[in-house]
Structure formats: structure tokens, C-alpha cells
């Protein structure tokens, strides 16, 4: 990774980091501080941070403040969090590592990690809701936006469907694609979505950062099937081969390694294109490329 590219994603993962902490409910809880303490164990687990980044990264392109995009940012980051937590519970993936650490279920309790992951999806609405820099229209504008990607017809809606083609045989691409848009890539749009409506860009940016989006969310998808065969554990941070172990349908078992590499290369490329259409993109488009070229 270039230097430039390093030293910006490291600082806008840091500004995230410390806005979270900011947002931390640990001793302001009394009895009820355990699933605070589950939530930031959870919180603070690391990862790439990629969704702030990109809400930060999109507020930025088109002229915003990044400092106002601190809500936003870990609004998002917290339904992301939730919804690893849930993942992970024995009902659903039945992992036990998480980032190289205990799942929240494994360290806490299944019960407590339910809580936790609760509360990680009704505070986002809270601190957006409370946040002194956004005026009300925007506000009400992130809310809808983040309502609508983490529900039913979003990224939840995604879940039930990778559940539902555990038990299936005939899954095709059609469906597979389906549900890394919602599942993944839900998320994603609404990054660079909410990093758009914080810098009041116009409705032709807020499109392309949703065409972006799409085309980045499923590349990001396709190299975790194909990372999930491929990759060191260690790096990872999880067990590799958990697709095949849980009869997962992914681009890899579909089409092989080799052309689900080529499928995520053509995505980016299109992503890259898209860019184009922003000033000051260089960040933007190596975040881009290094997504495509991680190995964990």
C-alpha cells in the first residue's frame, strides 16, 4: 500500500476510533454496564473499518466537513457491529472467533451478546438523532437512509436469504448476487450515501456514489468467498473454509477462484470509472484497488 493511501485511511480508522470512544456508554450505565462493556469489546474488536472510512472519504469528495461526519460514521460502524455479533451466535453462523477474538457470545454469554448486539442497532438512531453539527433535515435524512439499508430490504433481508440457501441446491447467480447486494452491500451504499447527504452533495453525486457503491460492495464480497479458501487464518482473523463447512453456495464453488477473481477485477474497474466523475478522487480510487488486492 502507498504511503499517502496508508497514512489517510490511518487517519480517518483513527478519527473513528476516537469518536466511538466518545460514544461509549461504559460507567454511565450502572448495573446495566456489562452490555456496555459487550458492546465495546465488540466495537473495539479492530477490523478494517472500511464503512466510517467511506462515509468520511464521500463527505470529503464532495466538499463537506469531515469532522460532521462523525455520527454518521459510527452509526454505522455500530449496525455493522450488531450485525457481526449476530452472525456469529450459534442460531445463525456458530463462529467463535471474530476478528482473532472470542466472539461477543463466547466472551459474555449468548443471552448478553443478543443484548449487546440489540443495543448496537437502536444507539446509531440515538447519536444521529442528538448529534449538535447536522441540521434537522439532514438528520431525518440519515436516519431514513440507515432505516431502510440495515432492515428487511436491506442487509437483515440479505441474512435471511444466505440463511434460506443453506438449504438449498439450486442457488444461481441471479440469487448469489442478490444477496451480497443486500447482505454486504447494503451497507456499503448507505457509507458512501450518508457521506454524501452530510456534505449536501446534489442528487447526481448521491447516484454515482450509489452506482460506485453496488460495484464495490460485491467486489468486496467476492474476494471474501475467495479469501475464505485462499487466505492464512492468522491474517483473517477467522476460520477459513467455514463457506464449504456451512453448504454455502458463493462465486468460488460457482465459478472458481480464477474467474470470481476476474468478476471482482471487472467490478473494480467499473467502481474506478465511476470516480472519475469526482474531483480530488485519488484516495478514493486507491482504497478502491487495495480492497481488490487485500489478502485478508
Known amino acids: 500500500m502507498e504511503k499517502q493511501l496508508k497514512d489517510k485511511l490511518y ?43 467511506l462515509v468520511q472519504a464521500f463527505c470529503k469528495i464532495c466538499g463537506g466537513d469531515e469532522k460532521n461526519a462523525a455520527a454518521p460514521a459510527c452509526a454505522l460502524e455500530m449496525i455493522h457491529t ?19 477474538k472470542p466472539s461477543c457470545h463466547k466472551k459474555f454469554g449468548e443471552a448478553c451478546a443478543v443484548l449487546a448486539g440489540d443495543a448496537l442497532a437502536i444507539r446509531p438512531f440515538q ?19 440507515l432505516s431502510f439499508s440495515s432492515g428487511a430490504q436491506g442487509m437483515i433481508g440479505g441474512q435471511i436469504i444466505d440463511m434460506e440457501n443453506e438449504e438449498r441446491d439450486n442457488v444461481d447467480e441471479a440469487n448469489l448476487r442478490r444477496m451480497y447486494a443486500l447482505k454486504t452491500g447494503m451497507l456499503i451504499k448507505t457509507a458512501c450515501v450518508m457521506g454524501c447527504i452530510t456534505a449536501g452533495a446534489d442528487e447526481k453525486q448521491i447516484e454515482a456514489a450509489k452506482e460506485y457503491a453496488h460495484c464495490l460492495g460485491l467486489a468486496f464480497q467476492i474476494i471474501d468467498d475467495i479469501l475464505d479458501v485462499t487466505a492464512d487464518e492468522a491474517k483473517l482473523g477467522k476460520p477459513t ?17 480464477e474467474s470470481a477473481r ?10 474506478l470509472e465511476i470516480l472519475n466523475g469526482f474531483d480530488n ?6 482504497l478502491t484497488k487495495y480492497l481488490l488486492e487485500r489478502d485478508y
Open 241 to 257: 473454509g467455514s463457506d464449504s463447512a456451512e453448504n454455502k453456495t458463493t462465486f468460488v464453488t460457482l465459478f472458481g477462484i
Open 82 to 100: 450488531f450485525s457481526l455479533i449476530h452472525d456469529d451466535l450459534p442460531c445463525m453462523d456458530d463462529d467463535d472467533l471474530r476478528r482473532g
Open 11 to 53: 487517519e480517518y480508522a483513527s478519527n473513528t476510533e476516537s469518536w466511538l470512544k466518545e460514544y461509549s456508554l461504559q460507567n454511565n450505565l450502572g448495573l446495566a454496564d456489562t452490555v456496555a462493556e459487550a458492546m465495546d469489546y465488540s466495537l473495539e474488536a479492530g477490523g478494517k473499518r472500511i464503512r466510517p472510512v
Open 281 to 286: 478522487n485519488e484516495f478514493l480510487k486507491g
Open 262 to 271: 476476474n468478476e471482482a477485477q471487472k467490478l473494480t474497474e467499473k467502481a
Open 127 to 145: 447519536i444521529i438523532a442528538d448529534d449538535k453539527e447536522l441540521s434537522a433535515e439532514v438528520k431525518v435524512k440519515l436516519i431514513s437512509e
